[in-house]
């Protein structure tokens, strides 16, 4: 009986070993984490460990037509707001109306129980907020992480504030604090995948004329206009919007000094992951043929061809002449002037494809040249079809 006793003793203590430390209880103002291990017709009971139960109404952890969103099992979050009778009182959300929701705003603000609202309307500094029938304001400042220049976006939008002051006719909210926390917590499982190579998705957040900012889950990086793609942008609205959900490819993730502070920059492309037409066009070229394209650009030293989708070609200004001394392409050709040239070069590693204007069908360059500044460049077909004209 003694070693039956004994076994037993043995068991008793290897299990309270195997039990984890007892928590203290949690206090009011408390956030915690528990599991549902009940639902009745009025309240949740939560399992918040510590040797502590908490009671959650059905409101707090329901949509608007009243469909419970969490089950027995599920681990939700909340904060203390009481603690009566060896029971949590717990809160997710605001839940009074009336004369109620005033007691409860003013707990809000002492716990930092966030609250919901609805933005009514654009106001000077900020926007109007309705907190449960009560008229609320948030600064422009802090309705979002980041600057937002058009503020009517929100109108209509129901959204988390934390109370930052609250008097009888005076409440003060901020949604700002709130972003910053969630995107911190998102930052934590973004930056288990950020690294160079890394395909993340992303979304659009910002412009500036030398790019776009994306937010890849509490992070942001820089996708350079350089990034965008093959063709040439010359700023980054043109192909891509605000809100816009992309994949986009991590070049480099490095930290540099500015004014004394360390600075996280993470460098994105667009073009990383996208399939290289200059390559794919470049097969069908090759030195001595007759090609179609259209001018893009006019510099001093020549004219920028576009032979295919991102492809362009050079003809410098000695191939534009064909031996009349030119003084800029601009005396010969337009911007967007449809025309045939001759490939000269094509360099695939340096990627450069050299072309000609030069007279290589019957008539002249000065033929060229003058039907060239004869016709609008908008009625301008291919140089062979203006030569055959001139005859």
Known sequence: MADNDDDFAAMLAESERDKPANKKRPRTGDVVKGKVISIGQTALFVDVGGKAEGVLDRSQVSDGEGKLLVKVGDTVEARVVGDEGGVLALRVKLGGRGPEVRAELQQAQELGIPVEGVVTEVIKGGVS??????????????????????????????????????????????????????KEKLAVETRKRLEPGATLRGKVVGFKPFGAFVDLGGIEGMLHVSELGYSRVERPEDVLSMGQEIDVAVLKVETVQEKGKAVERISLSLKALAN??????????????????????LQPFGAFVELAPAVEGLVHISELGSGRRINHPKEVVAVGQEVEATVLSIDLEKRRIGLSLADSQDGTAADVAEVAKAQPSSKFGTFGDLLQRKR
């Open 129 to 182: 907020v309705d907190v449960a029938g009560v008229r609320g304001f948030c600064p422009a400042s802090q309705i979002d992480a980041r600057f937002v220049e058009d503020l009517t976006t929100y109108v209509g939008q129901r959204l988390t504030f934390r109370i930052t002051r609250y008097e009888p006719r005076n409440l003060v909210l901020s949604r700002r604090a709130l972003v910053e926390e969630e």
């Open 276 to 297: 290289d037409p200059w390559r794919d066009a470049i097969a069908a070229f090759s030195e001595g043929q007759r090609v179609k394209g259209k001018i893009t650009r």
